[in-house]
């Protein structure tokens, strides 16, 4: 037989075997679908019976109980019409608890003790496979027991429908050589199938053939027919080492993608370049930096990219004509339109000997200042929580005694000296003070149990708004509230949020003179997070001063305390976040939180 003979044969056995299997399955789910309906049979005759028996004891109570059972014309009627109506019971019995047969469809058997029979749920226990080969090759009955008592209280027997499993193979026969016969049909369609589709089936192989036939192997080999198996081990020797070829590159492929996932999560700029300064690859970060889309630079060369004079190209041009790594070099690049110091170092990479390429990273130096000005504050601020709990607890409690003492002697004075009576108001207003000053420096201080949810910044905001309206009306100030449509929910506190904008928006109004402009916006950032800005048009901040103002008690304004920034920074670090601060000395200031997206 060949090749496609065979390849024909493969496809009709494999359809027949499908077809049978598939015919067994049908086979056992119909022996399990009959056993169920015999079993819910069963229990429906026996709940019959079992009701009658129930209506003979309660008339005949006490010793007569079990006579009555035995004698009772209506249960023996009952008994024989089951046998002479159903198909597939044995017999009807009622039973003492030592299985005698107090009533018997077979009157012969009435009195004896009866053999223990397999209860439809011990049977239905089985898999469907064992209970079809039950049913197939045994001869045995199945029974469906009520138990029941005779004075409501003791045990007293059991009413029991039998089911004969040959009389229900027989009930089964005609079924399962219906489910045969078109499974026989099945198969036989399987093997007149097989054998007309071959030749569709086998069309592209065919084709291949004749195309293989055109190719003269090497080493003198007779050409490929595809007619043998010898044949067909040589062509899988070939695509093998197409797949191999192959593999490597999606190997080479998936070497790129992990690179690039590697280099996005950095937070240096990082750029791969050839040993002709064609850009390989690079992060998000690195293409911030350079302003352009990362399908605009991959594969370009820096020369296209930067001047002569940028100090990314001179020193990669450097770095590859000295032919050695280049590290630390303070330069000052052009990032969103300000100046910003960056650290440079490039890599030089190696190759069988020689350079092959390099790999230049850039740290941005003023981030990596305000990251270990954060890392010091939080230090602080730690040590700081731990001192203040134990010095805020030995002066709450001499301020609780003064606030007794001062009350017990207000009761004393009672209305007789006015003017001492306005010295303790004075003193009672000045201790509730301390207290409430003690109060928001351990709130400041202490980390804060969050209540993490999900916070619509919108709705933070209007709230925030209608709080200081009346305020900003009041001062001749104009109020804007700019929010991007569709921004997602953040993660956190919606009191603690509200409470950090609010002191942000106040200190706008504090700083913005009459005629003057406050605006909050609210919009993406570009690393996912969300920004929330208030931005007012007042006289600024000195320069020399724009370090100090997030340290606790630091202020430039009379009756300020000096909490309210470091309270918005603190509450800004609790979720995650940043916070910058931007001024112009007579053009305004602008502060800008940013919070991540809530997670799902």
Request: aromatic share 4%.
């Amino acid at each position: 037989m060949g090749f496609r003979g065979r390849q024909a044969v493969v496809l009709a056995l494999t359809a027949a075997a499908v077809a049978s299997a598939s015919g067994l399955i049908s086979a056992v789910i119909l022996v399990r679908l009959h056993v169920l309906q015999a079993r819910d049979h069963a229990e429906l005759l026996a709940r019959t019976l079992y009701h009658l028996a129930s209506h003979t004891i309660r008339q005949h109570p006490g010793a007569e109980v079990r006579q009555a059972l035995a004698t009772d014309p209506a249960l023996r009627e009952y008994a024989e019409a089951v046998i002479g109506y159903s198909p597939i019971v044995l017999h009807v019995a009622i039973l003492d608890q030592s299985g005698i047969a107090i009533l018997h469809s077979d009157t012969r058997k009435q009195g004896r003790r009866l053999a223990r029979l397999e209860t439809f749920a011990e049977f239905a226990k089985r898999d469907a496979l064992g209970q079809f080969w039950a049913l197939a090759r045994g001869r045995r009955a199945l029974v469906a027991d009520l138990p029941f008592s005779a004075d409501g209280v003791a045990p007293f027997g059991s009413v029991a429908v039998a089911v004969s499993t040959v009389l229900l193979k027989q009930q089964l026969l005609g079924a399962v050589a219906a489910n045969a016969a078109v499974a026989g049909a099945a198969v036989l369609f399987a093997f007149l199938a097989a054998f007309f589709t071959t030749n569709r089936l086998l069309a592209p192989i065919e084709r291949l053939r004749a195309e293989l036939a055109r190719v003269v192997p090497a080493d003198g080999q007779p050409p490929l027919d595809l007619r043998s198996e010898a044949d067909v081990g040589r062509l899988v020797e070939f695509f093998a080492t197409i797949s191999e070829r192959l593999g490597g590159a999606r190997h080479e492929r998936d070497g790129r993608e992990w690179l690039k996932t590697v280099l996005g999560g950095l937070s240096d700029a990082v750029v791969v370049l050839s040993r002709d300064q064609r850009i390989l690859s690079l992060n998000d970060e690195a293409c911030r930096l350079l302003g352009r889309a990362r399908q605009d630079l991959e594969g370009e060369r820096l020369g296209r990219v930067l001047g002569p004079e940028h100090p990314l190209r001179v020193l990669v041009e450097e770095t590859l004509a000295r032919d050695e790594t280049v590290r630390s070099r303070t330069v000052t690049l052009s990032l969103r339109g300000r100046d910003v110091p960056y650290l440079l170092d490039a890599h030089v990479q190696r190759e069988a000997g020689r350079a092959s390429g390099l790999m230049v990273t850039a740290r941005d130096l003023e981030r990596l200042s305000r990251l270990g000005s954060r890392l010091s504050y939080s230090q602080k601020l730690a040590a700081l929580g731990r001192l203040t709990s134990g010095v805020a607890h030995e002066i709450k409690n001499p301020l609780n005694a003064l606030v007794l003492q001062a009350a017990l002697l207000r009761q004393k004075l009672g209305a007789a000296s006015p003017e001492a009576t306005r010295h303790l108001d004075v003193v009672e207003e000045e201790i509730r003070r301390l207290d409430r000053v003690i109060d928001g420096f351990l709130k400041f201080t202490r980390p804060e149990e969050l209540q993490l949810e999900s916070v619509e910044l919108d709705g933070i905001v209007r709230e925030t708004l209608d709080l200081v309206a009346a305020r900003a009306e009041q001062a001749g100030i104009r109020l804007e509230a700019v929010v991007s449509p569709g921004l997602p929910p953040v993660q956190g506190s919606a009191e603690l949020l509200r409470q950090a904008l609010l002191n942000l928006v106040g200190n706008a109004l504090d700083a913005t003179p009459a005629g003057g402009r406050v605006e909050v916006r609210v919009e993406p950032a570009a690393d996912g997070s969300l920004a929330v800005t208030v931005e007012d048009s007042g006289e600024g901040i000195d320069p020399a001063e724009l370090p100090k103002v997030f340290n606790l008690f630091y202020t430039t304004r009379s009756g300020g305390n000096g909490i309210g920034l470091s309270l918005v920074y603190r509450i800004v670090q609790l979720h995650g976040g940043e916070v910058r601060i931007d001024s112009t000395p007579g053009a305004g200031t602008r502060v800008t939180m940013t919070l991540p997206e809530a997670t799902v």
